[in-house]
Antibody, heavy 116, light 108 residues
Framework: QEHLVESGGTLVKPGGALRLSCAASGFRFSDFYMSWIRQAPGKGLEWIAYISSGGTSVKYADSVKGRFTVSRDNAQNSLFLQMNSLRVDDTATYFC?????????WGKGTTVIVSS | EIRMTQSPATLSVSPGESATLSCRASESVANNLAWYQQKPGQSPRLMIYGVSARASGVPVRFSGSGSGTEFTLTISSVQSEDFAVYYCQQYNNRPPWTFGQGTKVEVK
């Protein structure tokens, strides 16, 4: 059974940095593109980053471009999101998802709170 | 960036009634359109992809239609477990992928 588990969310001060992880199991991770999506409290879904199966192609939403970096380790079945220069409006639950035709497998999310 | 607009924001229906949710794209997304269901405290669940294909385990009462810029999700007979927020999402060509703002289906 396909499974994604995010971790690394915590309280961080504005301007700080954080690295989120997403552990995959139950499928051949290296075959699939992956995305990060976030959801601010009480708000809708916002796609923020995407990485190809081999890690050679990445795309970002304008809201995070230049601050966030997506990467993956296929040997470890893991996806990462390095978040720098965090802002209060980055406060959200961050989900990783398997990106196929739509996003067919989601983790439960990890919460990032940016506050002084 | 392609903008996705959903209507209505809230849809009040009685159990057993049908529900029709709309999603409009600011430009054509061909058939690269998905629908998700999200319940409070849960992650989204893929319901429909490719405009009309049901994801694994999705009941047949859920159906999707449309093309180009206008899309519809229909729930033919709403069950208690269907009350949730529904999002459309386009994944046409290359990112950025974009979501609609969501439609909440609530009990009338």
């Amino acid at each position: 059974q396909e499974h994604l588990v995010e971790s690394g969310g915590t309280l961080v001060k504005p301007g700080g940095a954080l690295r989120l992880s997403c552990a995959a199991s139950g499928f051949r991770f290296s075959d699939f593109y992956m995305s990060w999506i976030r959801q601010a409290p009480g708000k809708g879904l916002e796609w923020i980053a995407y990485i190809s199966s081999g890690g050679t192609s990445v795309k970002y939403a304008d809201s995070v471009k230049g601050r966030f970096t997506v990467s993956r380790d296929n040997a470890q079945n893991s996806l990462f999101l390095q978040m720098n220069s965090l802002r209060v409006d980055d406060t959200a639950t961050y989900f990783c998802a398997r990106d196929t035709v739509g996003m067919d497998v989601w983790g439960k999310g990890t919460t990032v709170i940016v506050s002084s | 960036e392609i903008r996705m607009t959903q209507s209505p924001a809230t849809l009040s229906v009685s159990p057993g009634e049908s529900a029709t949710l709309s999603c409009r794209a600011s430009e054509s997304v061909a058939n690269n359109l998905a629908w998700y269901q999200q319940k409070p405290g849960q992650s989204p669940r893929l319901m429909i992809y490719g405009v009309s294909a049901r994801a694994s385990g999705v009941p047949v009462r859920f159906s999707g239609s449309g093309s180009g810029t206008e899309f519809t999700l229909t729930i033919s007979s709403v069950q208690s477990e269907d009350f949730a927020v529904y999002y459309c999402q386009q994944y046409n060509n290359r990112p950025p992928w974009t979501f609609g703002q969501g439609t909440k289906v609530e009990v009338k």
